[in-house]
């Protein structure tokens, strides 16, 4: 197996308000409000731990990763009594709910109400999703260089990675969309496959859930970009799609992505561009629900799409999300 090594600095623990404080100030991102927390109960901390292990196990079993969980359940999740609600500054200042998040640090934060047993079924798929979310925040970290120029000596140059997710700067925020698929997959997959401490049918339960079924656009847009990229890249190669879906899955945590050069291959140039632009919470890219069909993101990718046509969804897309020229460079 190969090991991932963590690489988290103390530093950062102090970088984190400053973050923040930049964030708000370039109205890039949003800053937590506080958060008054609830005492978690003994099934909770059992669901938990269960989650953790599942998430490890395909962690090893699939991806063939040597990495551990290493998120204590008591320190590093917390139960917020309202939920989580979050203030934005974008020019004005509203508030939105989420019934869970990862943090800057890879903490975890739930909606306290999924700590019931009439709430397992998300509690357990939340918790998962929000696992890969904590561990990729705390493999890839946040990337932060020495200021002189402020009193503290910590930057406030940033770059936060959480998986193939970034903000950084002017750029914003970039790849969101592809990264809560392909951390959506893996969370489906591990339930479905690696949960055997969890009856079938509630197995089944758990993925069908209506409150489970997120990021669909993002998940059929990721699924069509596997089946076309691989099928360009190893035409004759059977297991072609799954190689290429686990060296996605797999840089979440290690940081490759010279893989996704496979899909400029398939696409063309800019594609990342694009890709990097889907973003499931921007209200100008909503589609109607469940029809994903005509969803200019799912056009485009669609293999079907004709070059020529690709062409007038991209200048569609850009114009639709201001998207910096730097935000298809996305591979270091």
């Known amino acids: 197996m190969e090991r991932v090594e963590r690489k988290m600095r103390p530093e950062i623990t102090k970088a984190q308000d400053i973050i923040w404080d930049k964030f708000i100030d370039e109205g890039y991102a949003a800053k937590q409000a506080p958060i008054e927390e609830v005492t978690k109960s003994q099934e909770f901390i059992k669901t938990a731990n269960q989650c953790r292990e599942i998430d490890t196990s395909y962690l090893r ?48 934060v739930l909606d306290h109400r999924l700590d019931d047993q009439n709430a397992s079924q998300v509690l357990i798929h939340d918790l998962s999703h929000e696992f890969f979310h904590a561990l990729a925040i705390r493999e890839k970290r946040l990337a932060i260089s020495p200021d002189r120029s402020t009193p503290t000596n910590i930057a406030i140059d940033y ?17 969101v969309g592809f990264n809560e698929a392909v951390t959506e997959r893996m969370t489906r997959e591990a339930i479905e496959d690696y949960a055997d401490s969890i009856p ?60 996704l050069r496979g899909i400029e291959k398939a696409y063309g ?33 669609s293999p079907e799409t004709i070059h020529a046509e690709r062409d007038i969804l991209s200048a569609q897309i850009l114009n639709m999300k201001d998207v910096d020229e730097k935000g298809g460079n996305l591979i270091t």
């Open 159 to 175: 770059l936060v990675k959480a998986g193939y997710e970034t903000h950084r700067g002017a750029e914003g925020e970039l790849m």
């Open 269 to 301: 140039k800019g594609s990342l561009r694009i890709l990097a632009a889907m973003h499931p919470h921007d209200p100008k890219q909503k589609s109607e629900k469940n029809n994903f069909k005509d969803d200019i993101f799912v056009r485009y990718f």
């Open 61 to 108: 079993g699939y991806l063939n990763l040597d990495i551990a969980l290493d998120i204590d359940v008591d320190k590093d999740i917390l139960l917020a009594k309202d939920g989580i609600s979050q203030v934005v500054e974008h020019g004005n200042t509203k508030k939105y709910y989420r019934r869970a998040s990862a943090d800057l640090l890879g903490n975890i």
């Open 200 to 259: 079938e049918d509630e197995r089944l339960r758990i993925l069908n859930h209506p409150a489970n079924d997120g990021y669909t656009r993002e998940r059929i847009v990721l699924n069509k970009i596997i089946a076309h990229a691989s099928k360009t890249l190893q035409p004759d190669n059977p297991y072609a799609a799954e190689l290429f879906w686990k060296d996605i899955a797999r840089g979440v945590f290690l940081g490759t992505k010279m893989h």
